[in-house]
């Protein structure tokens, strides 16, 4: 449901004239104060690095590649209707399952094997209706390219998770994505001399702000 919100709230402000980055901005600033209050009031510090650095950069690894698929799933979000982008979006589980085999060794038998290729035919169904070319991806446009490495990204983000192991409190993974997002996203937005565009003087455009951020921190820390 969180991510849910979140997704709309994010086709909200692109309507309104917030680019990806700006929105990914946003969202990290606030999840951030989000996430470091939980700390504070959990009594978690998650600038002690206390799991050691081969745990740790596995924390590194998920909230980097999380920011990069969250971004590509935003800039498709600005270019796709709503249902396409999401769908091709959330077939992050595939993409998860087949790098858990390959990173964990964990069980991927024939019978999902096969039952992922056809989702994804099915998927592919949905982006371009009753084309045969599907299969080779033919038809198939950039943002809807933008969704799909989007989920690869995150994909790995989540996989990064399990290898971090249980010893990382989820609130460390939290903190470390908002950080990432906000300043990174940020640093981007200026290098590319964007037009920084603030909310307007509004209940609605604030509301939209924060509750990106509200919505990303709780979705993040539950999942």
Sequence with gaps: IAFAAMTLLVRILADSG????????????????CSLGACAALKVNPFKVHMGWEKFKWVAVRAVFGVI???????????????VATVLFFTNPIFTAI????????TF?????????????????VV??????????????K???????????VALAYVSIRIAG???HPLVHVVYFSLVAGVGSALLAWIQGESWHMPNNTAAEWTAVLG?????????YLM
């Design 18 to 33: 917030f680019t990806p980055l700006q929105i990914m901005t946003w969202r990290g600033g606030v999840q951030a104060v």
């Design 109 to 125: 038998t024939k019978d999902q094997r096969w039952l992922m290729f056809i989702a994804l035919f099915g998927i592919g169904l």
């Design 69 to 83: 698929g969250h971004l590509l799933y935003y800039t498709a979000l600005a270019k796709l209707s709503m249902g």
């Design 143 to 153: 943002w809807s390219i933008c969704a799909l490495l989007g989920a690869v990204s």
């Design 166 to 168: 249980p010893r990382v």
């Design 99 to 106: 790098l858990a085999h390959w990173m964990l060794d964990e």
């Design 212 to 220: 990106i951020g509200m919505c990303a921190f709780l979705a993040q």
């Design 128 to 141: 371009v209706p009753l084309s045969p070319l599907t299969l080779l991806g033919i038809g198939i446009s």
